[in-house]
Structures are given as structure tokens and as C-alpha cells.
């Protein structure tokens, strides 16, 4: 079986993180470790190969997916290092929280830069190769605040819907080349900021959750591998909400 290729930004930690040990456990993809820390992606991508897969290969990268010249750079060497890309995960994200009146410019700039524009400048140079292949699967990373808004988040929020309008909108154009566009948009998801969370917020936060619990990373990545998987190829333009029910 021929091996795949996935990119995952954002993935020396968290969320894409566990994206990226999701991929690999299924023994036939190949990961590509991207983030603006690149300490942190060899070690990431080390602990991928500990997974002690036969020819599983993942390799890090320093990617900062706002900057054109950084992404444009990136897929170039993962074409020189493997030759194709099959999955795209557009997971790296930031958050800038306060009420609008207090927001700064560079607040607003920031997030997104890299939420929103990151996700265009690497769907682009993805499209590029994933059109010639005939193939491809891109995910968005959204979230439940797209759909529900969030006080003091005005930013974050438009960032996250952005991504809904490219999902559904790229889906269209490149459907009849065998890619498919969806997206994944996560609740409250089990990570060290809602840890250090007051009890009383965590409970307050909690009381929205039908299920009765924060998610875990691993609800995410699950969402995330069967929206990269040739079983989703006629699922496209859509949205997996993974929140417990908090949004239904």
C-alpha cells in the first residue's frame, strides 16, 4: 500500500498534537510536524517515531503559517522530502481574548493572521499539489464559538467562522478533482489553559455540556482521522461538531 503524507500545522502540542499521533498510528501515514517552535516539533516528531511503525517517517518543521515566504518554503522542502501531500490539517491557532473596547489592533491582526490567512496560505500551495494528484483531504480546525459567539472572543470568533466560508467554498471548487474540504469545530476541549480554570468557571462551563464533561484531545483526532480517510470521500463542504452537545 502506498504510503500517505499529512501535514498537520500547529502540531508540536495540544490538539494537532494528538492529530498527528493519530495519523500515525494507522501505520500508512507519514507525518509532517509544523510549528513555529521548532524545538518542540523534533521532539514531537521523535516521540512519533518511538511509535516504532515500519517506515514511518515524521519530520519537523518550523512553519509560521502567517508568513507567505515560511509556508511557501515549507511545502516546497515537503516536496523534495516525499514527493506528494495527501492531507492537509489546518489546526494552528491562537487566542488574543478581551471585550472589543479594550481590543488592540494588533489583537484583532494576530489572530487572524494566523487562524484565518494561515489556513488560505497553506490551502493554496496544498491545492497546487493535491489537484495534480488527483487526491486530497483538507481539514479546517474551527470551533463552537463560530456558531455560538463568545464574549471578550470577537476575534478568535471571526477567525473561526472565516474558516467555515473557505471550507465550503473551496469544497466547491476542487470537489471534481478528488479533494474533499471539511471542517471540525471542538467545544471545550480538556487542555492545561481549562485546567488552570477557577473550579467555579469549570463548573459553570460544565453546565453547558450535556454530556457532563470537557472533551479530550482525542475526541478531535478521531473526527479528524475519519475526515482524512478514504471512507469520508463523499463527505465534503461540511462541519463535525465535537462538542458534547453543547451546540446542537
Not at 509544523?34 to 515524521?58: H, M, R
Not at 481590543?103 to 489537484?131: P, Q, T, Y
Amino acid at each position: 500500500m502506498e504510503r500517505k503524507v499529512a501535514l498537520i500545522t500547529g502540531s508540536a502540542r495540544g490538539i494537532g498534537k494528538e492529530i498527528a499521533l493519530t495519523f500515525a498510528k494507522k501505520g500508512d501515514i507519514d507525518i509532517v510536524v509544523a510549528d513555529i517552535n521548532l524545538d518542540d516539533s523534533k521532539a514531537t516528531a521523535i516521540e512519533i517515531q518511538k511509535l516504532g511503525f515500519s517506515g514511518l517517517v515524521a519530520e519537523p518543521f518550523k512553519l509560521n503559517v502567517a508568513d507567505s515566504a515560511s509556508v511557501t518554503e515549507v511545502f516546497k522542502q515537503i516536496m523534495d522530502k516525499f514527493g506528494r501531500l495527501d492531507i492537509l490539517v489546518n489546526n494552528a491557532g491562537i487566542t488574543r481574548d478581551t471585550i472589543i473596547l479594550r481590543m488592540k489592533d494588533e489583537d484583532w491582526e494576530s489572530v487572524l493572521d494566523i487562524n484565518l490567512k494561515g489556513a488560505f496560505l497553506c490551502s493554496r500551495e496544498a491545492i497546487k499539489i493535491m489537484s495534480k494528484q488527483r487526491y486530497g483531504r483538507i481539514v479546517n480546525i474551527s470551533s463552537v464559538v463560530a456558531f455560538m459567539g463568545n464574549a471578550g472572543q470577537v476575534n478568535y470568533s471571526a477567525s473561526k467562522a472565516g474558516l467555515l466560508g473557505l471550507t465550503k467554498s473551496l469544497a466547491r471548487e476542487y470537489a471534481k478533482r478528488g479533494i474533499t474540504v471539511n471542517a471540525v469545530a471542538p467545544g471545550f476541549i480538556k487542555t492545561a489553559m481549562t485546567d488552570s480554570l477557577p473550579d467555579k468557571v469549570k463548573e459553570e462551563m460544565m453546565g453547558a455540556i450535556p454530556v457532563g464533561r470537557f472533551g479530550e484531545a482525542q475526541d478531535v483526532a478521531n473526527a479528524v482521522s475519519f475526515l482524512a480517510s478514504v471512507e469520508a470521500e463523499y463527505i465534503t463542504g461540511n462541519v463535525i461538531h465535537v462538542n458534547g452537545g453543547m451546540y446542537m
